[in-house]
């Protein structure tokens, strides 16, 4: 019987001793910290490169009554490192310039674009890219680039290149 009593009284000391006041504010001090950190795998890339490529007159196939236009370019300038851009643009040259195109890295991994937005700006044709998912590292990545776009006639007139000077970001999709 000593023994019970003994057990119930250490009992209520331990109850009532102790506030669960300190540990209940602790609790929610660190969900505000997990709620306000930062997910490394959600990272913001600001990115800005000079490009410079081939531009390529293709049979007319999916631009109607449009040229069909293919471009090609490659830079070294970006937080990615080296990646080539592929661009197929139908346009008239003058009011219509409509872009759709990837970049892709040496591994393979691709993020897609569009163009809805452009304007003349001097020598340059200013073209809003607009980043809506691809494969590999870019899988769900979103993100927008202006680019300010110059052609330049080749001195044998049967060929073009080209040289976009770029600046935007590129959000990766957390996993």
Not at 21 to 37: G, K, R, V
Not at 67 to 73: M, R, S, T
Not at 145 to 156: A, C, T, Y
């Amino acid at each position: 019987m000593k023994n019970s009593i003994l057990l119930l009284a250490t009992g209520l000391i331990l109850l009532t001793g102790c506030s669960t006041e300190p540990i209940s504010s602790q609790l929610q001090e660190d969900a505000m910290l997990i709620d306000n950190e930062t997910d490394d795998r959600d990272p913001v890339f600001e990115i800005s490169f000079q490009e410079s490529g081939q531009v390529r007159m293709l049979p007319n196939g999916e631009c109607d009554d449009l040229e069909n236009v293919k471009l090609e370019g490659f830079t070294n300038q970006t937080v990615f490192g080296k990646f080539t851009t592929n661009t197929r643009m139908c346009t008239d040259f003058q009011d219509i310039y409509n872009l759709k195109g990837a970049h892709t890295l040496p591994n393979g991994d691709r993020i897609n674009f569009t163009v809805d937005s452009w304007m003349v700006e001097g020598v340059y044709i200013k073209f809003v890219y607009t980043y809506d998912g691809g494969s590999g590292a870019f899988d769900g990545a979103t993100g927008e680039l202006v680019i300010l776009h110059r052609m330049f006639e080749l001195e044998d007139s049967r060929g073009m290149t080209y040289i976009n000077i770029a600046n935007g970001h590129i959000r990766l999709a957390s996993n």
